[in-house]
């Protein structure tokens, strides 16, 4: 979750947080190791070591996803998926929603953070802007509406294409011999999304911040450090 400033037609990230454990291929893999399950509570056949057998029944798995954003159902079916077995799962969204339920229960605490870090509350958020593929799963939807019940969840933009299009309309502004500079400035203003450092410590197991997380970037800061034992 970014959120981002805009005056005078100048983009500024004021924060951002995130779990790096959480997006569409979590889900997929949830979805993919229910499948997985039953296959093998309806043949006794454990695929876990067959590579082709779960790449094959991810990609089905991967669509059935793709079509519970729109769909109350649907099926999960791999011809042959190993020692000639077929597989045929139904999947209803409620049983989705579910499996995946521990990954759902991960988004708010991702927008208390960004609210917390940003020191902003609920009632400054003019828009709330849906980017990237798993905003249309209609839990993440309802989820999302629960947090922000005030604003109207916006996602008129295709969310596979909204970073591209924004770039391409950033392009279009600058002139042809725009300067690095130029586009530096004219693009939007940034942040860190992660702390950022070095292993410190003996046997290296502490992180060393030199930068913070949500520092706007480009950044220079220094920091001295020391070894901990000679040589």
Do not use: W
């Not at 003019?126 to 593929?133: A, E, F, I, K």
């Not at 997380?213 to 901990?228: D, M």
Request: hydrophobic content about 35%.
């Amino acid at each position: 979750m970014s959120i981002v400033k805009l005056k005078g037609g100048k983009f500024e990230v004021v924060g951002t947080s995130g779990d790096t454990h959480l997006g569409g291929e979590d889900l997929d893999n949830c979805l993919q190791k229910f499948c997985q399950d039953e296959f093998k509570k309806a043949t006794e056949i454990d695929i876990e070591n067959n590579a082709r057998a779960k790449r094959r029944l991810r990609t089905e798995a991967v669509k059935a996803k793709i079509i519970l954003s729109a769909a109350n159902n649907a099926e999960v079916v791999v011809d042959a998926l190993c020692d000639g077995e077929d597989c045929n799962v139904v999947i209803t969204r409620a049983k989705f929603e579910e499996i995946c339920f521990d990954y759902f229960m991960k988004i708010v605490p991702v927008c208390d953070e960004a609210m917390k870090d940003t020191k902003i509350t609920k009632d400054q958020i003019s828009d709330v802007v849906l980017v990237g593929g798993s905003t249309r799963i209609p839990k993440v939807q309802e989820i999302l509406k629960a947090y922000f019940p005030d604003h109207q969840l916006i996602h008129k933009i295709n969310p596979d294409e909204a970073v591209a299009v924004g770039a391409a309309i950033h392009a279009a502004h600058l002139p042809e011999d725009a300067t690095h500079e130029e586009v530096i400035e004219t693009l939007i203003q940034d942040v860190t999304p992660l702390d950022q450092g070095c292993r410190v410590g003996a046997g290296g197991k502490k992180m060393g911040v030199v930068i913070p997380k949500n520092t706007k970037y480009p950044a220079k800061i220094e920091k001295k450090y020391t070894n901990s034992k000679d040589n």
